[in-house]
């Protein structure tokens, strides 16, 4: 199997949960991040994993050994691990065994570019991780930051070009609170029409922070399954744009991410061609 098929079952062999060390233990070693699309898999599933555990903090243990990283999965690869870090993370430590790493933390030692979270032993990562200090709490639950009025006015129906809008433009969800009471609602709205409808989404200036992204994805996924004839965003040169465009490549979904709205109205029409041709087809 090619590690662009990679599957869960693989994946899960490489992730573990240690409770008593309130750890979370990657394994990447002797793995090779070919591409992005390896590394939005493999983070996907760190994700997922994470997730099903229902404790949001963890310690992380990560196992370098034999580590490959192509030059152009390197993107992919610090910006998926900056994002899991700052949601889940209350510290990570890594290590390596090779000789590079070895002489690595020897000439660093004493030195402002001493990295005191990399060892060339599990055991030596572990004990590093039973000094550092749990940041967990009994069950994070999270205050909302938006109220049903903050919803309304973002979304609207054009029933004659069966068009849901979604105007996300410079709204931010913190958290996974944030965006279930915001798919809540949709779902509410979209259930009471009885159809399905193209999406429309600006997405210019929002923010989707690490701790909501994994909702997120799973929430917008469920709700285009359901009742989605096919989505289309916008935003001129968003971070968070680049952010789906990354995540698509290991979630089976095209981004259809356009500049303006002209061109997301644009591409809407297009899939509205395929669907009429497709059923024509089928006739």
Known sequence: MAQNEISKAMLNKRISFHQHLMTMEADFSDFNFENSTIVNSFYDRLEDRIAETGEEKWFFLVNLCGTRIDPSAWFAYSRRGRDLNLAHSMGSV?????????????????????????????????????????????????????????????????????????????????????????????????????RRWFFLVNLEGCQILPAAWVQYAH??????????????????????????????????????LRNTREEALVRIEEMRAEIIAEMGGQS
Request: proline share 4%.
């Open 94 to 194: 890594r290590f390596d065994a090779s000789e590079v790493t070895a002489r690595q933390i020897e000439r660093a030692a004493n030195t402002d570019a001493f990295d005191p979270n990399l060892f060339t032993t599990r055991d030596a990562a572990i004990e590093r991780i039973k000094a550092l200090p749990s940041t967990r709490r009994k069950r994070i639950i999270h205050d909302p930051n938006y109220v049903q009025a903050d919803f309304v006015r973002r979304v609207s129906f054009d029933a004659e070009n069966v068009i849901m809008e979604a105007d996300l433009s410079h709204f931010v969800f913190h958290h996974s609170r944030d965006v279930n009471d915001f798919y809540d609602f949709l779902e509410d709205r979209i259930k009471t029409s009885n």
């Open 219 to 256: 929430r917008g996924k469920q709700l285009n399954i359901a009742a989605s004839l096919g989505s289309v965003r916008y935003a001129p040169g968003s971070e968070t744009a680049e952010d789906i465009r990354m995540r698509s490549e290991s979630q089976n979904f095209r981004p259809n």
